[in-house]
């Protein structure tokens, strides 16, 4: 049974700092995008940054790029995202996810097939 298990979210203030973890179990973690997702009250799902678990390849979304760093550890089959400078507009349920792959379509939500439960994430001004 596969499963990704979200950790680190909270309520922080504006320019403040989460790292969220995602620790994927029951299957081969391998050659996999592992990507972070959020979601806003009515929108759709918005991907934030991806990772390949098999190589360095990162992809950010333009509205973390430069806050948001992404990183890895095979060992223990998990992903993290470093989130500094955090602001009010950060605020979302974040989602953690997989597929087999990485590449210029890693933002389509569609592509992934597990996800995790999700983690809240609240910036206050």
């Known amino acids: 049974q596969v499963q990704l298990t979200e950790a680190g979210g909270g309520s922080v203030q504006t320019g403040g700092s989460l790292r969220l973890s995602c620790a994927a179990s029951g299957y081969t973690y391998g050659s996999d995008c592992m990507a972070w997702f959020r979601q806003f009250p009515d929108r759709a799902r918005e991907g934030v940054a991806a990772?390949?678990?098999?190589?360095?390849?990162?992809y950010y979304a333009d509205s973390v790029k430069g806050r948001f760093t992404l990183s890895k550890d095979n060992t223990k089959n998990t992903v993290y995202l470093q989130m500094n400078g955090l602001k009010p507009e950060d605020t979302a349920m974040y989602f953690c996810a997989a597929a087999p792959g990485c590449g210029s379509n890693w933002y389509q939500s569609a592509r992934y097939s597990y996800w995790g439960q999700g983690t809240q994430v609240t910036v206050s001004s």
């Open positions: 990772i390949y678990t098999a190589g360095t390849s990162t």
